[in-house]
């Protein structure tokens, strides 16, 4: 079905519902959140190459008169944030997003207050990210793609999970795969699980930029992130460009820069 036909679908479904549980992968202050749909056999997404979309997510405010209008947008009491799908799209049942929460976060506050049963309100899902650069088949042009750098930073990398995902599994694609993440310390590096297992095929390779400087950044257990190159460096154009030199990675190749939804 078209992106239209489904938003209504889920609007028809009563919305997706159930914050049910969180799971591994995220960590102090970025959570996973599953949701459960209305019946076992839903569906989210109308097919495996939807990748990337994501969510509109209604929060209703108990009280909002002392919220300054400059401060946040409030539309019949209540406010909305986007978030990416993190599950797959042959997902049935359920489905998960990454939440990453903020101490004075006005969402933050009403997210941390979830219980197991409680209903979310959910609209999409929207975006034409895939859409970008696979053919309608949903297989990666490979007549412009040889190598494909994909550069993020914190939550931005919950729709790069799905791409990587759907190439890998595609025993047909030899395409060379790079991920950069941007984390603070190498504590904050979020779905580490699920990477460390991309990283045993043969055309992906992952490296961590840590952001915090060398004299407050305790010493990286180095059998631990085995799997990944290590760069205790904050990313900024000259870091990507000795990068991208020293790993002899043409610039004529295409970086895909995830939205970073919050």
Same mark, same amino acid.
């Given at each position: 079905?078209?992106g239209?036909?489904m938003?209504?679908?889920v609007?028809?479904?009563?919305?997706?519902?159930?914050a049910?549980?969180?799971?591994?992968?995220?960590?102090?202050?970025?959570?996973?959140y %599953?949701?459960?749909l209305?019946?076992?056999?839903?569906r989210?997404l109308?097919n495996k190459?939807?990748?990337? %979309?994501h969510?509109?997510?209604r929060?209703?405010?108990?009280? #909002?008169?002392?919220?300054?209008e400059d401060q946040? %947008?409030?539309?019949n009491?209540s406010?909305?944030? %986007?978030y990416?799908?993190?599950s797959?799209?042959?997902?049935?049942?359920?489905?998960?997003?990454?939440?990453?929460?903020?101490?004075?976060?006005?969402?933050?506050?009403?997210i941390?207050?979830w219980k197991?049963?409680?209903i979310a309100?959910f609209?999409?899902?929207?975006?034409?990210?895939?859409e970008?650069f696979?053919?309608?088949?949903?297989?990666?042009n490979?007549?412009e793609?040889?190598?494909v750098v994909m550069?993020v930073a914190?939550t931005?990398?919950?729709p790069?999970?799905q791409?990587?995902k759907s190439?890998?599994?595609?025993?047909d694609?030899d395409i060379?795969? !790079?991920?950069?993440c941007?984390?603070?310390?190498?504590?904050?590096?979020?779905l580490?699980?699920?990477?460390?297992?991309?990283a045993?095929?043969?055309?992906?390779?992952?490296?961590?930029?840590?952001?915090?400087?060398?004299?407050?950044?305790?010493a990286?257990?180095?059998v631990?992130? #085995?799997?990944?190159?290590?760069? !205790?460096?904050?990313?900024n154009?000259?870091?990507l460009?000795?990068?991208?030199a020293s790993?002899?990675?043409?610039?004529?190749?295409?970086?895909? !820069?995830?939205r970073?939804?919050?």
């Amino acid at each position: 079905r078209s992106g239209g036909d489904m938003e209504e679908a889920v609007r028809r479904r009563g919305d997706s519902k159930e914050a049910a549980r969180m799971h591994e992968g995220g960590t102090n202050d970025t959570l996973i959140y %599953q949701f459960e749909l209305p019946y076992a056999t839903a569906r989210l997404l109308p097919n495996k190459f939807a990748i990337g %979309q994501h969510l509109i997510l209604r929060l209703v405010l108990e009280n #909002h008169s002392d919220i300054a209008e400059d401060q946040i %947008q409030v539309t019949n009491g209540s406010i909305t944030r %986007q978030y990416t799908i993190l599950s797959s799209p042959s997902a049935q049942g359920y489905f998960d997003i990454m939440i990453k929460l903020y101490n004075d976060g006005i969402a933050s506050q009403i997210i941390r207050r979830w219980k197991v049963g409680d209903i979310a309100e959910f609209r999409g899902p929207f975006g034409e990210f895939a859409e970008r650069f696979l053919t309608s088949s949903g297989k990666l042009n490979r007549t412009e793609f040889g190598h494909v750098v994909m550069l993020v930073a914190g939550t931005g990398i919950a729709p790069m999970i799905q791409l990587i995902k759907s190439l890998l599994d595609d025993e047909d694609c030899d395409i060379k795969l !790079q991920l950069l993440c941007s984390f603070r310390t190498s504590s904050d590096i979020l779905l580490e699980k699920e990477l460390r297992g991309f990283a045993e095929f043969w055309n992906f390779k992952i490296s961590y930029f840590i952001s915090q400087s060398n004299a407050e950044l305790p010493a990286i257990p180095p059998v631990k992130f #085995h799997y990944a190159n290590i760069i !205790q460096k904050r990313i900024n154009n000259e870091i990507l460009s000795e990068y991208f030199a020293s790993h002899k990675i043409d610039l004529k190749f295409y970086i895909f !820069q995830s939205r970073i939804l919050i």
